[in-house]
């Protein structure tokens, strides 16, 4: 039942209550709250209770940007109160909605207010601009009580007292010196009287005022319970907890998408190596981290239910952490995002063991490089490798300025080789690629790595100027080909001996896990090459970025998340 | 008997520990609550274990007023009803080179059922019991499973592994350490833990509740070890300090009673047995320490 009670505002701490990484407890109608003041400076007024088990979040540890419940160490994010982390299931995503309940909010007159049903802005105090916040009287009345009795509050013969339209009282004296007494009713039978000052003093005229209404307001309070206490006592309020939502009854299952995320890992470090990107260096909980090879990446599971492909930049040796470069990108599905705000030192992220499928060769007289913005992780971690070896490269990273240069510390180990190219133009860009790879020859290659666009022209030049296909090695960060999963068909497995069919929206890769086979895929996509299958018989509609052309026009293999039969029936390899 | 302000009949027939028997004397009564019921007891002139219900105004009669008693786990147990069952079965306090020891007798402001979830519960080592029985980043439940065994009425939870730090005495490093757990009463529960000094046989870590109102307790703590390098008082006071740990969280959860709607709380695998306790109570139908689930 909504009561008017529940639709005012009320002020249920001083801003005082709220120092830096602090948590407040407060009460207002007998529903808890902890009020907690975020670094950025936004104040959180939620329900006081881990929807976990319970626990007050009173007790439990702000950092600044979330507040940490103490039993089991769930995550809460400012504002949102959104979970962020479930510490006991690292690999999983607390992606349902488990978000607790937050009230209405606003800091005010070095108050915090709060209503439980409030809506709209908090009414104008006029007077009270440049007030001082006398120290808040609890009271064991009700706050009908103590409103009757602060019409007699005085503080020199010449108070007048009146009640205004919101139930706070104003005590006014005729030098023009007022103050306005607002009452918390924190249960039914328990009150805080906080009173504001008109005017702002400082030093000792403040500790006198203070004094003095502390004094007067304890005489008040004696009173009035007096009163109460010759009364029935009220019933305390019962709040209503308002259930979790239906849909986090059951417990989620383990995620059986095949994306395995076998490892564990700690943020062990997370810095801006550039304008807009973060590097983090992921240390193993235990045991040894698996080998990676130059070009590998590895799945993030992020703690927003998202998976997530990141180059590890390693050099050769460096097998007790692996690091990635992450780019922040608003516009993509939030993937990035989650890492650079809600990831952070110390945190635990499941990831899958590194794959490559951006091999390396290692044979060859010289290497080119080319690396357009983020797209610079792998190549990296590839040009490390040449380097420990002694073998001959140049390494070419298109930005738009100096401040995009990411991972400028590794960059420095290419000494000569390095060249960084600043704020292209796509045409100049195109000119510069076009003297990059004038040269083609035996056991000359080129790895290239960036945006689609970048990549597409880099391909065509490379063509252009006669690099062989087997010659130039790319990998795009996505698939942005418009994908067309309407036809339907058949698949026959050859080395498993089934035929299954493959429904319209439906991948090859869902109805192969759907009945059982493990394919392992990491981008889904079409982009990373992970899940490839051979392919027997049957014409493919190729919808990958991952192939080259002319594997694709070969048809001997599959990107099976993405792409599909031309045919009413492909054989596959499997 | 004057009327019982517990009116759960299931928790009126169980048995309960309430006190340790040698802290019962010859000649000293002693007073305490079960069930929002003020019980007093003794141990006679031939040595046997008296307990009656005791009334503030009457005082009570320890002939007319007498409870049932039994001897078990080195605790006496009694029972405001008449309970149709044995005390549940702990076979390895038994075993001969066991040492038994009373840990300790905590009161905690908590239902009953919120402490037996804790008990049962792992994911707070590494938050409530830092470096002690975890520590971050090793915040992993890992699967394990869980059971309700129809034929004994209880509940088993088996395959728990959680990594501990230091977890073997001689080992500087820490492991997985094994756990099993088995709840065989509504408000007590059995916890095996692999021991380091003999990889085949576990510790056993028993609570047994006494509660005292909805919302109070006090809780028995037995120990069964296999520990031969320890002193009792260091035991003791290593068990003292986890449990110590535990009463702040357990007294800041809210309500206090347990509540058996499903959408009450979050559960996440991790408290897999913790769910399964609280269908467990609800099949049984108890509502003394819990709020049923709407019907
Ligand atoms: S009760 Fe808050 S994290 Fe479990
Ligand atoms: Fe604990």
Redesign the interface.
């Known amino acids: 039942m909504t009561t008017d009670l529940q639709s005012n505002w009320y002020p249920i701490a001083s801003s005082s209550d709220l120092p830096k990484r602090h948590v407040y407890q407060a009460q207002l109608l007998g529903r808890?709250f902890a009020v907690w003041r975020a670094d950025d400076g936004y104040v959180n007024v939620w329900e006081?209770?881990c929807?976990?088990?319970?626990?007050?979040l009173s007790?439990g540890i702000n950092n600044g940007t979330e507040l940490r419940c103490?039993?089991?160490?769930w995550r809460y994010a400012n504002r949102t109160a959104g979970c962020t982390y479930?510490?006991?299931?690292?690999?999983?995503a607390p992606a349902r909605t488990?978000c607790n309940n937050t009230y209405p909010a606003q800091e005010a007159y070095g108050l915090v207010w709060a209503g439980e049903l409030a809506v709209g802005e908090l009414p104008a105090i006029d007077g009270f601009e440049s007030a001082t916040v006398l120290r808040p009287v609890p009271i064991m009345a009700p706050q009908k009580m103590v409103n009757q009795a602060l019409l007699g509050y005085a503080w020199d013969d010449t108070c007048e007292s009146a009640e205004n339209s919101d139930g706070s009282v104003t005590i006014t004296a005729t030098d023009g010196s007022a103050v306005r007494v607002f009452v918390q009713p924190v249960d039914s039978n328990h009150s805080v009287a906080r009173a504001l000052y008109n005017r702002k003093v400082a030093g000792e005229e403040r500790i006198a005022l203070l004094k003095r209404h502390s004094w007067l307001m304890q005489e008040l309070r004696d009173r009035t319970e007096t009163q109460a206490a010759r009364q029935e006592t009220p019933a305390p309020y019962e709040p209503v907890?308002a259930?979790?939502?239906?849909d986090?009854?059951d417990?989620?299952?383990?995620s059986v998408d095949g994306r395995k995320a076998d490892l564990?890992v700690?943020v062990a470090r997370k810095e801006m190596t550039a304008d807009g990107i973060a590097s983090l260096r992921l240390e193993a909980?235990?045991d040894q981290l698996p080998t990676f090879q130059p070009g590998a990446h590895i799945d993030v599971h992020l703690p927003n239910g998202l998976v997530r492909q990141y180059s590890v930049t390693n050099g050769p040796g460096e097998t007790d952490h692996y690091t990635i470069g992450v780019k922040r990108e608003p516009d993509s599905r939030g993937g990035s995002v989650a890492i650079h705000d809600t990831v952070g030192e110390?945190?635990?992220l499941a990831i899958s063991a590194p794959r490559n499928n951006f091999p390396l060769r290692r044979d060859a007289v010289h290497t080119i490089f080319i690396a357009g913005g983020i797209g610079v992780t792998p190549l990296i971690a590839m040009a490390r490798a040449l380097n420990a070896q002694g073998l001959e490269f140049e390494f070419h990273y298109f930005v738009q300025s100096d401040d995009h240069v990411a991972f400028k510390r590794e960059l420095s180990e290419f000494e000569g080789a390095l060249n960084i190219h600043k704020g292209q133009s796509p045409k100049e860009t195109g000119e510069t690629l076009t003297e990059v790879l004038a040269n083609p020859g035996y056991a000359r290659h080129v790895y290239i790595c960036g945006p689609g666009p970048m990549l597409e022209a880099t391909r065509q030049i490379a063509a252009d100027k006669g690099w062989a296909d087997e010659a130039v090695h790319f990998e795009y960060f996505k698939n942005t080909t418009e994908l067309d999963d309407s036809n339907s068909f058949e698949i026959d497995l050859a080395r498993s001996a089934m035929t299954l069919t493959v429904p319209a929206g439906k991948s090859i890769l869902d109805v192969l896990r759907e009945n059982g086979i493990n394919m392992s895929s990491s981008c889904e996509q079409g982009a990373c090459g992970t899940c490839r299958c051979g392919v027997i018989e049957g014409d493919v509609i190729h919808q990958d970025v991952y192939l080259s052309d002319g594997e694709k026009a070969e048809g001997r293999s599959i990107m099976t998340c993405v792409s599909r039969a031309a045919s009413n029936r492909l054989i596959l390899d499997i | 008997m004057s009327i019982l302000k517990c009116s759960d009949p299931i928790a009126l027939n169980l048995w309960y520990a309430i006190a340790p028997l040698d802290e019962v004397l010859i000649g000293e009564t002693a007073q305490t609550i079960l069930l929002e019921q003020p019980i007093a007891y003794t141990r006679n002139h031939t040595g046997e274990i008296v307990a009656w219900v005791h009334d503030v105004a009457s005082g009570g009669n320890p002939e007319t007023d007498r409870l049932p008693i039994k001897e078990r786990y080195g605790y006496f147990w009694t029972s405001l009803g008449t309970p149709d069952a044995d005390i549940f079965p702990i076979p390895e306090y038994d075993e001969q080179d066991r040492r038994n020891i009373h840990a300790a007798s905590f009161g905690v402001n908590v239902s009953a059922p919120r402490l037996v979830e804790n008990f049962l519960d792992m994911g707070h080592f590494p938050y409530v019991h830092t470096d002690i029985l975890g520590a971050e980043p090793h915040t992993e439940v890992k699967e394990y499973f869980v059971e309700v065994s129809k034929e004994r009425d209880e509940i088993l939870a088996t395959n728990c592994k959680f990594w501990q730090p230091m977890a073997a005495a001689v080992a500087s490093g820490g492991m997985d350490v094994d756990y099993v757990y088995r709840v065989p009463h509504p408000y007590s529960a059995v916890l095996y833990k692999s021991n380091p000094t003999d990889p085949e046989r576990m510790d056993v870590i028993a609570i047994f509740i006494q509660p005292t109102s909805q919302e109070t307790l006090r809780v028995h703590m037995l120990l069964s070890l296999l520990d031969e390098s320890n002193d009792d008082i260091s035991i003791r006071l290593f068990q003292q300090t986890i449990f110590g740990q535990d009463k702040p969280i357990l007294e800041n959860q809210y309500p206090k009673r347990l509540p058996l709607d499903p959408r009450a709380e979050t559960p996440i695998r991790a408290d897999k047995s913790a769910i399964a306790y609280r269908r467990w109570l609800s099949d049984k139908g108890i509502t003394y320490g819990v709020i049923p689930a709407a019907a």
């Open positions: 808890e006081n209770r929807l976990h088990r319970g626990v007050r007790i103490q039993y089991h160490g479930i510490p006991a299931h690292p690999a999983d488990i907890i259930k979790v939502s239906e986090l009854v417990i989620p299952a383990i564990r700690q909980i235990k110390g945190d635990v």
